[in-house]
């Protein structure tokens, strides 16, 4: 079985010189859709709570998208000997649409999360599902992907700015999102050279061989189980926090901080009767809405310059690379407590506060592609232990995430509830 796997992967690499432009176009539109809705709920987090008035639980908007991460990816795992990659590409596909629709026809903010909740499921599996499937194609298809992903924050908040300005209203916003589904299957089954029948028919051989080969090796190392874990937690860990708490102050500064940002006409949820604003607003059912684009936006337009930052600080990699990750840890930690001032003391002006929004996203998106970095090719890890490496590094993101979303639910429900 190892030798059909081998012989697949010979197959697709063969065809490169011919396949090769066509296959970095498909993996990056798989990866740019793959993430777009994920960064279109996160760019309309204010709009779904104000929604439903339920602004001061901005913070699990965040935690919905990744909260399932775990259990998506653990399913792709067990699919690995039971479905192939083009059946599990249509499952994601599904739920991308569910999801879509779910946050489009919820009448309930409970019922949105439920759906955002999908949505996220949808991202995490569609990522491990098509990594795997890179490793059937030549390694440097995977900077496709990446800057698919990458690609996937700025259209993506681009995109839910377009809608707002266009006035479109929620449930609109995400049924014009649906055809990039389409998009996604396309990429795939279109324009990705899949190599035919033949690679068609070894991916579940493949996906075998490589499941017997982990199961042998989790069945002889399982006595020394703990003390590997114990060991990677020391080769990893210091690195893992620093990973975590960056992206709980990112996360924090971002989904919560920004949704208090104030303007001359601030954002105008109250009740009609209790509005200030009345002169400068429109009335949306018994709710002000401003009618200024940059009033009603801000948001949105924060969310931009938050993934632009990332976006610029992923690609970075090949121009430069630091070996030292604590100084980011401070610098983010520093913007922490910035924003969180500025929520309270409202020190800055709006257009002062696109710089340094763009800032936290590039502290970002440099933390995360350096971290992972160091970690593949620091030769303190031993090759078998890299991956547990990695995945711990990932789950301090997720952490760091949840973390985030409940301090947001916290403060907005105590010391910044009326800021």
């Given at each position: 079985m190892a030798g059909e796997a081998g012989e697949s992967e010979r197959l697709i690499s063969r065809q490169r010189p011919r396949s090769f432009v066509r296959n970095w176009i498909a993996f990056f539109l798989l990866g740019t859709v793959n993430n777009l809705t994920f960064v279109i709920i996160n760019s309309a987090a204010k709009t779904i709570v104000r929604d439903y008035h339920k602004e001061s639980l901005i913070g699990l908007i965040p935690w919905a998208s990744v909260a399932l991460s775990f259990v998506a990816r653990g399913a792709n795992t067990l699919l690995l000997d039971r479905a192939t990659y083009a059946q599990r590409i249509i499952a994601n596909a599904v739920l991308m649409v569910v999801g879509l629709l779910g946050v489009a026809f919820a009448n309930s903010f409970w019922l949105s999360l439920v759906a955002i909740l999908i949505s996220g499921a949808s991202s995490s599996f569609g990522e491990s599902c098509t990594l795997g499937y890179l490793r059937l194609?030549?390694?440097?298809?995977?900077?496709?992907?990446?800057?698919?992903?990458?690609?996937?924050?700025?259209?993506?908040?681009?995109?839910?700015?377009?809608?707002?300005?266009?006035?479109?209203?929620?449930?609109?916003?995400?049924?014009?999102?649906l055809p990039w589904v389409a998009v996604y299957l396309i990429s795939f089954f279109v324009i990705l050279d899949r190599s035919g029948d033949q690679v068609a028919a070894n991916e579940p051989r493949a996906a075998r061989d490589l499941q017997v080969q982990e199961a042998?090796?989790?069945?002889?190392?399982?006595?020394?189980?703990?003390?590997?874990?114990?060991?990677?937690?020391?080769?990893s860990g210091n690195i893992s926090l620093q990973l975590l708490l960056v992206y709980f102050f990112e996360y924090v500064i971002s989904a919560g901080c920004a949704a208090k940002v104030f303007t001359p006409l601030r954002d105008c949820h109250f009740k009609v009767k209790e509005c200030t604003l009345y002169d400068h607003c429109t009335v949306s059912g018994d709710s002000c809405v401003p009618k200024n684009s940059l009033d009603r936006n801000t948001y949105a337009i924060l969310a931009f310059c938050y993934q632009f930052g990332v976006l610029i600080s992923r690609s970075s990699l090949q121009l430069v690379k630091f070996p030292k990750v604590w100084f980011m840890t401070a610098l983010q930690c520093m913007n922490f407590v910035l924003w969180m001032c500025q929520d309270q003391f409202k020190m800055m002006d709006v257009w002062e506060l696109f710089p340094l929004m763009v800032f936290v996203g590039l502290l970002g998106g440099a933390m995360y592609v350096n971290v992972f970095y160091l970690l593949l090719h620091d030769p303190r890890i031993p090759t078998k232990d890299r991956e547990l490496c990695i995945n711990l590094a990932a789950f301090a993101i997720t952490i760091g995430i949840t973390l985030a979303s409940?301090?947001?639910?916290?403060?907005?429900?105590?010391?910044?509830?009326?800021k």
């Amino acid at each position: 079985m190892a030798g059909e796997a081998g012989e697949s992967e010979r197959l697709i690499s063969r065809q490169r010189p011919r396949s090769f432009v066509r296959n970095w176009i498909a993996f990056f539109l798989l990866g740019t859709v793959n993430n777009l809705t994920f960064v279109i709920i996160n760019s309309a987090a204010k709009t779904i709570v104000r929604d439903y008035h339920k602004e001061s639980l901005i913070g699990l908007i965040p935690w919905a998208s990744v909260a399932l991460s775990f259990v998506a990816r653990g399913a792709n795992t067990l699919l690995l000997d039971r479905a192939t990659y083009a059946q599990r590409i249509i499952a994601n596909a599904v739920l991308m649409v569910v999801g879509l629709l779910g946050v489009a026809f919820a009448n309930s903010f409970w019922l949105s999360l439920v759906a955002i909740l999908i949505s996220g499921a949808s991202s995490s599996f569609g990522e491990s599902c098509t990594l795997g499937y890179l490793r059937l194609y030549p390694s440097t298809l995977v900077n496709a992907w990446s800057s698919g992903t990458g690609m996937a924050g700025v259209g993506g908040s681009a995109l839910y700015l377009l809608y707002s300005f266009a006035n479109l209203s929620l449930r609109d916003s995400f049924l014009y999102t649906l055809p990039w589904v389409a998009v996604y299957l396309i990429s795939f089954f279109v324009i990705l050279d899949r190599s035919g029948d033949q690679v068609a028919a070894n991916e579940p051989r493949a996906a075998r061989d490589l499941q017997v080969q982990e199961a042998e090796e989790t069945h002889k190392d399982i006595e020394n189980w703990k003390r590997r874990l114990m060991r990677c937690i020391r080769l990893s860990g210091n690195i893992s926090l620093q990973l975590l708490l960056v992206y709980f102050f990112e996360y924090v500064i971002s989904a919560g901080c920004a949704a208090k940002v104030f303007t001359p006409l601030r954002d105008c949820h109250f009740k009609v009767k209790e509005c200030t604003l009345y002169d400068h607003c429109t009335v949306s059912g018994d709710s002000c809405v401003p009618k200024n684009s940059l009033d009603r936006n801000t948001y949105a337009i924060l969310a931009f310059c938050y993934q632009f930052g990332v976006l610029i600080s992923r690609s970075s990699l090949q121009l430069v690379k630091f070996p030292k990750v604590w100084f980011m840890t401070a610098l983010q930690c520093m913007n922490f407590v910035l924003w969180m001032c500025q929520d309270q003391f409202k020190m800055m002006d709006v257009w002062e506060l696109f710089p340094l929004m763009v800032f936290v996203g590039l502290l970002g998106g440099a933390m995360y592609v350096n971290v992972f970095y160091l970690l593949l090719h620091d030769p303190r890890i031993p090759t078998k232990d890299r991956e547990l490496c990695i995945n711990l590094a990932a789950f301090a993101i997720t952490i760091g995430i949840t973390l985030a979303s409940a301090f947001v639910v916290l403060i907005d429900s105590t010391a910044f509830k009326d800021k």
